[in-house]
């Protein structure tokens, strides 16, 4: 049999044949390392036999103590090995312990922080903005991508806090070096409006790509804005489309309308109606009122689709309904031209009124033209007055000459030769067609009222009001 040997216990017993008696080294030969650090079980036996064999030399169970001792000392030699694997295993079982103890510790902290950051996002979608702030602080103070980003949005808009500009561009910031592709996007637009940071269409377009490599759909959409409106980067509408492209193909609809406006117009693209259609239908089912009211245009027109009143009037209906004011003043056309639909000026009145409320000069002009005939309204002077000025106002040549009109013959206005010059005269740079003579016609029966000093200051009071871009026309 093959005894082991251990070389860090060094229990030595040699003897020799000297007198009968088997001659036993000293203690002292036994290395103290091998007597202590380790359990003593069978050392402290083979310790205790040798000194007993030591002294009781002479007898002869002497012998017998320091083979009993050796026994004891080559068992607890063979034993040691054990006692190092024994160690070896619980130290492993302890650290493991000790890692567990402190993944649980980390994985604890994590799902708590997971926990409070979808805390905070409920909020929001909740519109409870100071809860939402109280949740988002601590998580973005330590660090979290996510809530930094948010915690900027609920400064930019002022919910929950003092809206401020600056310190919303610090969170995105700080969330955007992380890689925050919302932040990113979100701190290019701070840019390009000059909102908490200086305005810089460079740094707006830099923070924008950086998003959009990351496939953040709006911002891929926004770099196609920049490069159409030639905002901090040379006006170019075929970058515009390969961005709209990649934003369109994502589904975003504003991208996909102005990819059908591009095809319409021939821009960066080769101009096809029917291209147009598609980018539009696309848009459209998202239920994106512009689309939806270009495709009612495409179908009154015969453009790139087959020319229906009826189709065109379902497409109008739907924009009109979300309130698009396009849509409400082609809606009161159709009706007023009995196109698609039984004829109706009440109708046609009411749509106008709609899209007029809301800005739509044609509307506006229209609106006054009921007003002044009479047609699905009754008619009043003072209202078709106040229509036309508001067109007017807003560069409308038709509106500026019935305006003018109305103050000659002063209905519904105080009587007026010298604004109603002007507003002839104003008009005649915008009159098309049949309504340059008119204008021009208008223009000589007033002035014929007029001297020629009263000519000459309507037409500085002109003058005056295209400068201004019609502001101070009164």
Same mark, same amino acid.
């Given at each position: ?61 002497? @012998? ?11 068992? *607890? ?42 805390? =905070? ?13 109280? &949740?988002?602080?601590?998580?973005? *103070? ?24 600056? @310190? ?10 992380? %890689? ?9 637009? #701070? ?13 707006? @377009? ?17 770099? %196609? ?15 515009? !489309? ?8 994502? !589904? ?7 990819? %059908? ?21 696309? =848009? ?46 082609? #809606? ?7 196109? %698609? ?20 000069? &044609?509307?506006?002009?229209?609106? !006054? ?33 019935? #305006? ?5 013959? !002063? ?12 507003? #002839? ?21 007033? =002035? ?6 009263? @000519? ?19």
């Amino acid at each position: 049999m093959v005894r082991a040997r251990c070389n860090s216990v060094n229990h030595k017993f040699r003897g020799k044949k000297r007198g009968g008696h088997a001659e036993l080294f000293p203690l002292n030969d036994i290395p103290p390392s091998a007597l202590v650090s380790h359990p003593p079980t069978h050392s402290s036996t083979a310790i205790r036999l040798w000194r007993n064999a030591q002294r009781v030399s002479s007898d002869p169970s002497a @012998i017998a103590h320091g083979r009993r001792a050796k026994a004891f000392a080559k068992e *607890d030699t063979l034993r040691w090995p054990q006692y190092l694997v024994t160690a070896c295993v619980a130290l492993r079982f302890w650290m493991r312990c000790v890692f567990f103890a402190l993944f649980l510790v980390v994985a604890c902290a994590t799902v708590s922080k997971a926990d409070s950051y979808r805390d =905070a996002v409920s909020a929001v979608h909740r519109d409870e903005y100071d809860l939402a702030a109280r &949740l988002f602080r601590p998580l973005a *103070d330590q660090g979290h991508a996510g809530a930094q980003s948010y915690l900027g949005v609920l400064y930019a808009n002022g919910q929950g806090l003092l809206q401020n500009y600056e @310190i919303a561009g610090r969170w995105y910031r700080a969330a955007a070096q992380q %890689g925050d592709a919302a932040a990113q996007f979100q701190l290019g637009l #701070l840019y390009a409006n000059g909102q908490g940071v200086s305005q810089s269409y460079e740094e707006a @377009i830099r923070w924008c790509r950086v998003a959009a490599d990351q496939r953040m759909v709006a911002a891929q959409f926004q770099l %196609g804005e920049f490069y159409a409106n030639g905002q901090g980067v040379p006006q170019s509408y075929e970058e515009a !489309g390969r961005w709209y492209r990649l934003a369109a193909d994502q !589904g975003h609809a504003s991208a996909q309308f102005q990819l %059908g406006l591009l095809s319409a117009n021939g821009q960066g693209v080769l101009q096809s109606d029917e291209d147009a259609v598609l980018w539009y239908q696309r =848009a459209a089912q998202q239920g994106y009122a512009l689309a939806q009211s270009h495709l009612g245009m495409l179908s009154a027109r015969g453009q790139g689709l087959p020319k229906d009143y009826r189709v065109a009037l379902q497409w109008y209906r739907r924009a009109a309904d979300q309130g698009d004011a396009l849509a409400q003043f082609q #809606l009161g056309v159709l009706y007023a031209n009995g196109q %698609g639909v039984k004829q109706s000026y009440e109708e046609a009145a009411l749509w106008y009124r709609r899209a007029a409320e809301q800005g739509d000069v &044609l509307a506006q002009f229209n609106l !006054g033209v009921r007003y002044d005939n009479g047609q699905g309204v009754p008619q009043n002077y003072k209202e078709a007055a106040w229509w036309y000025r508001r067109a007017a106002q807003q560069g409308h040549a038709r509106a500026q000459g019935n #305006l003018g009109v109305l103050y000659a013959s !002063g209905q519904g206005l105080p009587k007026d030769v010298m604004r109603a010059y002007m507003w #002839l005269t104003v008009a005649l740079p915008g009159s098309r067609g049949d309504d340059v003579k008119t204008a021009i016609s208008n223009q000589r029966r007033v =002035a014929s009222d007029m001297t020629a000093e009263q @000519i000459a200051q309507a037409q500085d009071m002109a003058r005056r009001c295209r400068e201004t871009q019609f502001e101070q026309c009164e």
